[in-house]
């Protein structure tokens, strides 16, 4: 097969980027604020000063978006959470929706 003729039969591939997903927090009146910046800090990889604010942003608004990720990495992050509020009896919310 000539060089012409292999450049001709290439098929064009164009590779998309996965979906982006945003973890929303959801405020309640039992989840201490100290549970949320842990699970901020130790799950979601926030600094403590970025965790302090996004748990008062929570607090003042009913929900923050947390975090941006593809689809399988919100839901683990999410599972995690809602497993450890679980395991301390908060009730917890969580929720992904499409970024």
Same mark, same amino acid.
């Given at each position: 097969?000539?060089?012409? #003729?292999?450049?001709?039969?290439?098929?064009?591939?164009?590779?998309?980027?996965?979906?982006?997903?945003?973890?929303?927090?959801?405020?309640?009146?039992?989840?201490?604020?100290?549970?949320?910046?842990?699970?901020?800090?130790?799950?979601?990889?926030?600094?403590?000063?970025?965790?302090?604010?996004?748990?008062?942003?929570?607090?003042? #608004?009913?929900? %923050?978006?947390?975090?941006?990720?593809?689809?399988?990495? %919100?839901?683990?992050?999410? #599972?995690?959470?809602?497993?450890? %509020?679980?395991?301390?009896?908060?009730?917890?919310?969580?929720?992904?929706?499409? %970024?």
């Amino acid at each position: 097969m000539s060089l012409q #003729n292999a450049s001709q039969t290439r098929e064009d591939v164009r590779i998309r980027e996965p979906k982006r997903y945003q973890v929303i927090m959801h405020n309640d009146d039992f989840t201490t604020m100290e549970f949320v910046v842990s699970i901020l800090i130790d799950i979601f990889k926030k600094a403590p000063a970025a965790a302090e604010l996004l748990m008062l942003q929570v607090h003042k #608004n009913g929900r %923050a978006a947390v975090g941006i990720y593809p689809y399988d990495i %919100a839901c683990t992050k999410v #599972n995690l959470a809602l497993e450890r %509020a679980k395991a301390e009896n908060f009730p917890f919310r969580m929720t992904v929706e499409e %970024a």
